[in-house]
């Protein structure tokens, strides 16, 4: 008998089973914890006494807006229990007694995608297998590299760090490099202020991060992966920890699983904070131990990377997306963070899909496109996306890393624009001098800035042009974005 | 905040009691388990900072000995990571989270009923505005002024 592909699989499966139906969820993660989640799981245990045991610690769903909350799996279908703080346990016990009402539906965020299993599982490997985990690896493994290469490049897959730039391209600069060891770096430092995406992937989906970066050693072959991790994001480095853990004793890790020696390094490091730490050549050095500052471009990573051999750099997300590469058609999503003044604050998984438009995204959270006066777009590196816009279909190349801040009809555009500012003069590394020096003039300027809009506008093109890094380099987007988009904002301080 | 310790306070007996020699006792044994490699210089100081929660100057000068790395590059390095501190936490410490979705959600009305407590940068948890941490980086989501009143007392 021939061994077919599915049976390595299969075995995993049958070695690892889910737990079983029904059963309670309880979503706690980062999110959980500083809302106290964790007393519903005393409750809930207490309450269905000798069937304790099916309630079930798990991460967020990305609906952060429900959290406190908690999901009854039964038979067919799943329901999610919103703020329990606010209602009680009662009828997540009835639910899970079989009564759970009439719209028995799960209200999460995902369903497919990134986000399908966030929130929908225990924690445990059998869990996630039984969810589809290491399906599209045991594909790919059936696949020569150059073929996976292929696949990735149909699928259109790009950066989702911010920089977009297509994944297969960067795989092959790094593959062309022979016999020489290469690396990959996991870029999970996720240090822009207003996205917690990666948290959300690390805390709720660890394995989908190991199969991704599974993919990326078939198709390139690597000799060590790094997973810079935020430092701040405990409960996503524990969960990623504990996931290697049991993809290395399931023969996950080493191939054993599959007969094969996938002969891979991963190490896990955190990161110190540091908005600029976020900057790829800056986690390298953060890495090798030197000063956590960037590095001059040529030579691109891909020569010459970490420890001067050639590196792949690749955000969590994007490596996560490539999992998605055997789904007909490849989902184009994104993952958005979307914070500030609406009623469903969260983590959204968003189709790119040329339909999806900005007042569809602000639908999504339950706010009124009526009632905003602007979305912030990226941070401190990002821009003003106004009304005007709102119908336009969101983009990849715009999204950037996806955080989104909704300012609502009582936000004060120009106190948040010179706030941007101060972030990164504080955050400025003080390597280069355009971004050391240009960043605390732009905030002294934005005193009284339709005064100083020239010396503004050439202050932003030595910036743009002359820092080091894109800390620098985009530093003066927001400023930009604001003065062209609503000066008058500025007009109380500068009259 | 001051980023660098002063260089005459950390040799008073007052700062050498600021830390708990069992803790630095911890991380020092933690830094022992690392290799002695120049890749191991930041999680060596981390391994200190999880044990003592700051970097007094006898834990930085050990790293530096360990990881053989000149002390003066161990300070730039340090200095550079805003999560590594050079003076102890301060007992009982609230901070108010100062992101944008925390300032739109009330951060600076947090900041005024609680006088002592201070401001921080963006906690990545801007869905649960307006945030809080305390003295030891605990997360607080959804904090009403109230509350923290009465917390920060």
């Known amino acids: 008998m021939t061994t077919t592909a599915v049976a390595p699989l299969a075995r995993l499966r049958e070695r690892y089973p889910a737990a079983k139906l ?81 719209e028995a539906n799960y209200a999460g965020t995902g369903g497919r ?14 869990d996630v297998l039984a969810q589809g985990a290491y399906s599209a690896l045991d594909r790919a493994l059936d696949l020569t590299p150059a073929q996976l290469l292929d696949a990735i490049e149909q699928g259109g897959f790009t950066g989702r760090g911010g920089a977009h730039f297509p994944v297969a391209s960067k795989w092959r600069f790094a593959a062309a490099h022979g016999d020489e060891p290469r690396m990959l770096v996991v870029n999970a430092e996720e240090g822009e202020p207003g996205v917690f995406k990666d948290r959300h992937l690390l805390e709720g989906d660890p394995h989908r991060l190991i199969e991704g970066i599974l993919l990326a050693h078939h198709a390139v072959g690597f000799e060590r992966a790094y997973v810079y991790i935020n430092g701040q994001a405990r409960q996503g480095r524990a969960s990623f920890e504990h996931a290697l853990e049991q993809a290395r004793e399931a023969g996950i890790l080493d191939g054993g699983a599959w007969n094969r020696s996938f002969d891979l390094e991963i190490h896990v490091r955190s990161g110190a904070g540091g908005y600029v730490c976020g900057e790829e050549s800056v986690i390298l050095n953060s890495i090798e131990g030197e000063r956590p500052v960037p590095r001059y471009k040529p030579p691109f990573a891909t020569d010459r990377g970490l420890f001067d051999r050639p590196t792949v750099i690749n955000n969590a ?30 983590l959204y998984e968003v189709p790119v899909d040329g339909a999806t438009t900005w007042a569809g995204l602000l639908a999504m959270a339950g706010a009124n496109p009526g009632d905003t006066q602007a979305i912030l777009l990226g941070g401190p590196s990002g821009v003003f996306v106004m009304p005007d816009q709102f119908e336009d279909a969101l983009e990849m190349r ?20 010179r706030e941007l500012a101060a972030y990164n003069m504080r955050e400025s590394c003080g390597e280069c001098t355009p971004c050391r020096e240009g960043t605390v003039r732009m905030v002294q300027l ?37 003065l062209e988009q609503f000066p008058s904002a500025f007009d109380d301080v500068s009259s | 905040m001051p980023r660098m310790a002063d260089e005459t306070r950390s040799f008073d007996l007052e700062a050498l009691q600021a830390f708990d020699l069992d803790a630095m006792q911890d991380g020092m044994s933690g830094v022992d388990a690392l290799p002695r490699e120049r890749e191991q210089l930041l999680p060596a100081l981390q391994a200190m900072h999880d044990a003592v929660h700051w970097l007094p ?42 992101g944008v979705a925390c300032e739109l959600a009330g951060a600076p009305a947090l900041l005024d009923a609680a006088p002592t407590a201070t401001g921080i940068d963006c906690q990545f948890l801007c869905a649960l505005a307006p945030v809080v941490a305390d003295e030891h980086e605990q997360l607080y989501g959804r904090v009403a002024a109230d509350e923290l009143r009465e917390r920060a007392g």
């Not at chain 1, 609906?63 to 999610?80: D, E, L």
């Not at chain 1, 715009?398 to 948040?416: E, P």
């Not at chain 1, 932003?460 to 380099?473: A, D, K, N, R």
């Not at chain 2, 930085?60 to 999560?83: M, Q």
Request: aromatic fraction near 6%; charged fraction near 20%; proline fraction near 6%.
């Open chain 1, 446 to 482: 934005l005193e009284s800035p339709r005064e100083h809009r020239d010396e503004i506008a050439t202050l932003i093109e030595v910036m743009t042009e002359g820092s080091l890094c894109q800390l620098g380099g985009m530093a003066g987007r927001p400023v930009q974005s604001a």
């Open chain 1, 317 to 346: 997300e994007t490596l996560c997306a490539v999992t998605t590469v055997f789904e007909s058609p490849p989902p184009p999503t994104k993952l958005v963070s979307l914070s500030g003044d609406v009623p469903r604050p969260g």
């Open chain 2, 57 to 98: 100057r006898e834990a930085i000068s050990y790293v530096a000995s360990h990881i053989r790395v000149p002390l003066s590059e161990v300070y730039a390095t340090t200095t550079a990571y805003s999560e590594l501190r050079l003076d102890p936490p301060v007992a009982g410490q609230w901070h108010v989270c100062t």
């Open chain 1, 22 to 102: 029904p059963r309670i969820l309880v979503h706690l993660g980062t999110a959980g914890a500083a809302l106290g989640a964790e007393r519903y799981v005393e409750e809930l245990r207490a309450a269905l006494d000798d069937r304790a045991d099916a309630v079930y610690e798990a991460a967020s769903d990305g609906a952060n807006w429900a959290a406190p909350s908690a999901t009854v799996f039964q038979g067919t279908y799943a329901r999610r229990f919103d703020r329990l703080d606010l209602n009680g346990i009662d009828e997540v016990v009835a639910c899970f007694n079989g009564d759970c009402g009439d």
């Open chain 1, 398 to 417: 715009v999204l950037g890393a996806g955080g989104t801040v909704v300012l609502g009809a009582n936000a004060d555009l120009a106190r948040v624009t």
């Open chain 1, 113 to 126: 995608g990134l986000t399908a299993r966030l929130g929908r599982n225990n924690g445990t490997l059998g």
